[in-house]
């Protein structure tokens, strides 16, 4: 079974304003599809696990492993974690959820202001991802930036191992077409299209299972 690109859980344009349907359509249909070409072609005639077994090793695996399948599962989850702004807005962290935001940052504007001063470009130069995890402990939330298409379930791209419940991409590809240079102006109209309801379940599941959230593809 090769690895696949999934369907986006909306339409292209879904996301309008915030992030632009021909942003969508590049993003999905060529550069996340590029990634699950090259990890197809770098597990060939291998076993192929579910993506998300390959990320802990993926850095020892070397740069094929690490970079195209680190791509297919941030792209894979981050299609996931997002909605239409209207449908967005009717969603809310879980009460698990909201009590470990105020445990570990005060407060959600906290959290979020916090999460924008990581993703500018003087916190996370050049190409990358911005992270709200879980710790292994699975009682405190962290924000991780990581380079390029690592993750921080990968081991030895952060400080320490820890589980991805909502993530951002900041590669100018994922906004250069609407935004340009303007990456703080991304970021925080993103906050519009985070589907809340996704996000709890995303902490629910890495606190009940000690793992990262499985992806589809
Ligand atoms: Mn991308």
């Not at 060529?30 to 993506?51: F, L, M, R, S």
């Not at 390959?54 to 695996?61: D, K, P, R």
């Not at 970021?187 to 599941?205: H, I, L, P």
Request: aromatic residues 10%; proline residues 7%.
């Amino acid at each position: 079974m090769a690895y696949s690109v999934p369907d986006l859980p909306y339409p292209f344009d879904a996301l309008e304003p915030h992030i632009d349907a021909p942003t969508m359509k590049v993003h999905h249909d060529k550069h996340h599809a590029t990634y699950v070409a090259n990890i197809n072609k770098a597990t060939e005639g291998k076993d192929e696990k579910p993506i998300l077994d390959l990320m802990e090793s993926a850095i020892e695996a070397g740069p094929a492993i690490r970079n195209n399948g680190g791509g297919h599962y941030n792209h894979a989850f981050f299609w996931e974690e997002m909605a239409a702004p209207g449908d967005a807005a009717k969603t809310k962290p879980s009460a698990q959820l909201e009590e470990l935001i105020n445990k570990s940052f005060g407060s959600m504007d906290e959290m979020k202001a916090q999460f924008e001063a990581r993703a500018a470009p003087g916190a996370l130069f050049g190409s990358g991802w911005v992270w709200v995890t879980v710790n292994k402990a699975g009682d405190k939330l962290l924000l991780v930036g990581t380079p390029n298409q690592d993750n921080p379930l990968m081991k030895g791209a952060a400080d320490e191992i820890s589980f991805p419940i909502l993530g951002l991409d900041v590669w100018e590809h994922a906004y250069y077409l609407r935004y340009q240079n303007r990456r703080p102006e991304y970021v925080s109209n993103w906050w519009n299209v985070v589907n809340w309801d996704k996000v709890s379940e995303n902490c629910a599941y890495v606190i009940k299972n000690h793992a990262g959230v499985p992806v589809q593809g």
